[in-house]
Structures are given as structure tokens and as C-alpha cells.
């Protein structure tokens, strides 16, 4: 993760060709409509689905996603004041002015409450200055303000849809502004370290893996994203099969607000996590160190603690499959001991209190003041289980593609029931699918797909389908026929051809000169 953003100079470099040299010059002349000069470069960043491994990225335990070929894409131009203008091709967004801050020390103020498009652009402002400030990469120190730009978006990753919309749009920020105030290299690990809080600034208690994802993304290729002993993205190629593997994204078109206060709640999982994480400590006399988002321990920190300091172990960097799958297996039992039956469905906020080993007040603060979360009962041991079982899962595919043997069906057909028992875990453990999800994927296992799950956060949004070349026509009329057209009977051919997206793994983020 050392080399430079990658600056790409020709942007036939894309694999549909036609279509990205039509996208990128009706970008360039919309921007010239808009703001009566040429843009200078564009910056964009990729979506990304995530293969397996599902809410485990904020407890750093490994995941297995891959950057796409749907992206986010900003015409850029310096302007001479410091205020910038922000429009989208999507009238949906509508123009927004953000002037800037005079001084070093002035906040740029983001609305968490509920945060619009310009809040989320902010965050890549706000870790853009961040970094320039620190690192004295770019000629923000020298000027002491930033320079205002104008910018026009152009996405193609469906908004709310797993698919990492919000990231790929915070990365593509992040670079403009980057780029704009004097910053021409910067590493793809540094990229990746900024961009990974951006969306706390909204709110948003995310892992690191969409970002990741999105940064190091190269084609053909998928990548382990490790969280321990440091942020790391390796990519690597799924062994070479034939027949041809592809995945099949379909949007449920049921569209997930982490944000929101629901029981459906992406930080209330963060939340019930760490209060998981803190029992095993407590139960097992464990001193760990506090390094989740929320300054609490994690599930990884707590496992690596039981076998080193409980069963004096050797440590484990995370990625020796053999000695993480037994570990992760051994969890699982001491997850099954620690919790009786009425304590399966959710306890009580006393009772995680007393199994805490905390008084009320300080439960409160540690856990529930950070963002907002809303629920009846905290499910511990399902959450527990859920994290343990899929980080397993993640191994057990790197041991299934590093035993490969020449036979493309048995690979096929072995990750595809580790996506399916990952789907199965992400619906009854994790509560994270919906019945509109549940009868894609088994429509989808009826019809061509070796393996069918929820990616990214769920509560609806996107599945990733794995499957061939040659059971793509089968698959996608399946889905078109069953589920789409049942559902959505007024869909039209251009909704149902963003709903259904085949990719393969893409290239990450960069600066496009023109
Ligand atoms: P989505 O909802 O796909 O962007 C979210 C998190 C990830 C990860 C997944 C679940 C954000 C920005 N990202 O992804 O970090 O935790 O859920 O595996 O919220
Ligand atoms: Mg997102």
C-alpha cells in the first residue's frame, strides 16, 4: 500500500470504454454549463461489495470485499475565493455553497443530526485539511486557508443500497479537495487511514472496510482487508476458474437509513459489540486494550487477549488461516458456555450492566452517549456469535481458494455454501436481512447462484450472487421475472439495468487528468 494514488491519463483505461468517454464529456460539458469554466481534472472513487464478512470490519477482524466498476465521479476547478460550489448531475442533490473557513483553527460545521449530501462532502473536507495540516503534504500550510473549487458529481453506485455509495462520495471529496489545494501524491495507505473516519463526522460509527475497499481496489482482483496489527489491503486474484466466475449484484431496491434511530441500526450493533466484547473481559479476567470506535474493547481484542493471556498462546497477526480457524472454532464454544437460554434473545440493559460490571451511570457513558441508538434489549450473544462465526467464514474461504485444486465446480460450490451459511447467520444472528432479501437469495440459489447474501450494512439494499458466465441469463431472468417485475411491475428497463449489476473486481480510486 505504498504507491501512489494512481493518476490515469487516459481513460480508455476502463473497461466499458464507449460508455466512460460519453459519461466523462457530458460530465465536462454540464460542468462548463453550470459553472462557465472547464474543469481540470476529475476525481473518483469506486463502490464496493463485500464478498463475506459482514459487521465484523469494526470489531477488526478480517473481510474479503472488492472494489466495482460503478463509481463516483467530480469534474474539478480551482476557483480564485475560498468558497465551494458543489452541484450533481442528479437533481435530486441540489447546489450547494459552502464558504470557508478564514483561519487554521476555524471548524467547517457538519450537521450529524441529519446530515444532507454537503454534510457528507464536508467530512472529506474536514480529513482533507486534516491531513494537509499535519503532514504539510500540499500548500495549505503555506496559505492558511483552503482554496474554493467548484465541483460536479456524477455516481453511479445506487444510493443506500450496501454498496458503499457514501464512502465511494467521501473518498472522491477527499481527493478533490486533496488535489485542489497542492496535494499531487499521496499513499494509498495514507488515502485510506483519512478516509476511514470520514463518516463518524456524520455520525456514522463505520469499520474501515468499505474505504479500504474502495482505495486499493485493482482489477481482477479482490482484496483482504486486515484491520491488526494495522490497516492493510492485499489484493489477490480468486483462483482461476472455468467455467468464468462473476458476481452478480441485485438491488432489492429496499433502502436501508443506518442513521436513524431504528431498531434497524447499524451503530446499535457497534454498541451491542463492544458491551459483548467488555463481558468476555470481565468474565474471563482479560486486560485488553480500548480500541473500537467507540473507545471500548473489541471482539478481536478480547479473543486475541483469552488465547495469549488465558491459554498462554502465541499471538496471532490475523492472517495464519490454520491457526485462526481452531481459534475462532474454540470461541464459538466459549460463547455457547458463557450465556444460559434466557439470556439468548436479548438481555436487559442491568443485566449487561451487572455482566459488565458497571454501575448504571457509567454503562450509560460508555456505551449509549456516543450516537444515538434506540432498542428493547441488547442481543449479546447473538451479535457474538454472528462476529465470530463470519470472521470464520472469511478464513475458511481463504483456505478453500488456497487449496484449490483444479476442480472450478467443487470451488464454486464450496464458497457458495459459506456465502449461503454467512446469509443464514446475517438473518437470525445478526438481524441484518429482510424477507425481500431471504427470497432473493433463494431464488437466486434456485436459479443459477452458487452462494447468495446481503452485503454491506443490509436492512435491505444489495445482494452479491456467485455464479458463471453461463448462468447469468438463467439468474437475471429469474430475478427479473420473480422478484423485480412482482414487486416493482412498473419498473422500467433503465431501473431494472442499474438493479442488476454484474462486476468484476475494479480499479480504485484516483485523479483523472483530461
Ligand atoms: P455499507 O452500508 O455497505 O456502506 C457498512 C459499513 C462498513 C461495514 C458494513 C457491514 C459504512 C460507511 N460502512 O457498509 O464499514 O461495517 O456496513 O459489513 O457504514
Ligand atoms: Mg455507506
Not at 479500504?212 to 482461476?240: H, R, T, Y
Request: proline share 4%.
Amino acid at each position: 500500500m505504498t504507491s501512489n494514488v494512481p493518476t490515469v491519463h487516459d481513460i480508455a483505461f476502463y473497461s466499458n470504454v464507449e460508455k466512460q468517454e460519453t459519461r466523462y464529456a457530458s460530465v465536462k460539458h454540464a460542468f462548463s454549463e453550470k459553472f462557465g469554466v472547464s474543469p481540470e481534472f476529475f476525481s473518483r472513487a469506486p463502490g464496493r461489495v463485500n464478498l463475506i464478512g459482514e459487521h465484523i470490519d469494526y470489531c477488526h477482524f478480517s473481510v474479503l470485499p472488492m472494489a466495482i466498476e460503478v463509481d463516483v465521479i467530480a469534474a474539478i476547478a480551482a476557483r480564485k475565493d475560498n468558497i465551494i460550489t458543489i452541484a450533481n448531475t442528479d437533481g435530486k442533490f441540489g447546489t450547494v455553497e459552502i464558504p470557508l473557513p478564514q483561519h487554521l483553527g476555524d471548524e467547517i460545521p457538519i450537521n450529524k443530526d441529519s446530515p444532507t449530501w454537503a454534510d457528507y462532502f464536508k467530512c472529506g473536507l474536514v480529513v482533507a485539511r486534516k491531513y494537509m495540516l499535519e503532514s504539510g503534504n500540499g500548500n495549505l500550510c503555506e496559505r492558511g486557508s483552503l482554496k474554493g473549487f467548484f465541483a460536479l458529481f456524477d455516481g453511479t453506485v445506487p444510493t443506500g443500497g450496501g454498496l458503499s455509495s457514501s464512502a465511494a462520495f467521501c473518498i472522491a471529496a477527499t481527493l478533490a479537495a486533496l488535489r485542489v489545494n497542492g496535494v499531487t501524491a499521496i499513499s494509498k495507505a495514507d488515502l485510506t487511514k483519512i478516509t476511514v473516519v470520514c463518516e463518524h463526522y456524520v455520525g456514522l460509527s463505520n469499520g474501515g472496510m468499505d474505504q479500504s475497499a474502495s482505495i486499493n481496489g485493482e482489477d481482477l482482483k479482490v482484496l483482504l482487508v486486515s484491520f491488526k496489527p494495522e490497516l492493510s489491503a492485499v489484493p489477490f486474484k480468486l483462483p482461476a476458474t472455468d467455467p468464468e466466475t462473476v458476481f452478480l449484484i441485485s438491488n432489492s431496491l429496499v433502502t436501508a437509513n443506518k442513521t436513524e434511530t431504528a431498531p434497524q441500526n447499524y451503530n446499535l450493533r457497534v454498541v451491542e459489540v463492544a458491551i459483548a466484547a467488555d463481558i468476555i473481559a470481565q468474565k474471563h479476567g482479560l486486560n485488553v486494550a480500548k480500541d473500537s470506535n467507540i473507545g471500548t474493547t473489541t471482539l478481536r481484542g478480547v479473543f486475541d487477549a483469552y488465547f495469549t493471556q488465558k491459554l498462554g498462546m502465541d499471538p496471532w497477526d490475523g492472517t495464519d488461516i490454520d491457526i485462526g480457524i481452531p481459534r475462532l472454532e474454540k470461541m464459538l464454544n466459549v460463547i455457547e458456555e458463557m450465556y444460559d437460554e434466557s439470556e439468548r434473545d436479548g438481555i436487559s440493559v442491568e443485566t449487561a450492566t451487572r455482566l459488565t460490571n458497571l454501575d448504571r451511570e457509567t454503562f450509560e457513558k460508555t456505551y449509549l452517549s456516543h450516537f444515538p441508538v434506540k432498542f428493547s434489549k441488547l442481543n449479546i450473544y447473538r451479535r457474538s456469535r454472528h462476529v465470530y462465526s463470519d470472521s470464520l467464514r472469511v478464513l475458511q474461504t481463504l483456505r478453500v481458494a488456497r487449496n484449490f485444486s483444479g476442480d472450478s465446480e467443487a470451488f464454486l460450490r464450496e464458497v457458495g455454501a459459506l456465502m449461503d451459511s454467512s446469509q443464514q447467520l446475517t438473518r437470525d444472528m445478526n438481524h441484518a436481512s429482510t424477507a425481500q432479501c431471504d427470497e432473493i437469495c433463494a431464488l437466486a440459489r434456485k436459479n443459477g447462484s452458487f452462494g447468495s447474501r446481503v452485503t454491506g450494512a443490509g436492512f435491505g439494499g444489495c445482494i452479491v450472487h456467485l455464479t458463471t458466465v453461463e448462468k447469468l441469463p438463467q439468474l437475471v431472468s429469474a430475478l427479473t421475472e420473480n422478484y423485480y417485475e412482482k414487486y416493482f411491475p412498473r419498473i422500467s428497463a433503465e431501473e431494472l439495468s442499474e438493479a442488476i449489476v454484474v462486476s468484476k473486481p475494479a480499479m480504485g480510486a484516483c485523479i483523472v487528468q483530461i
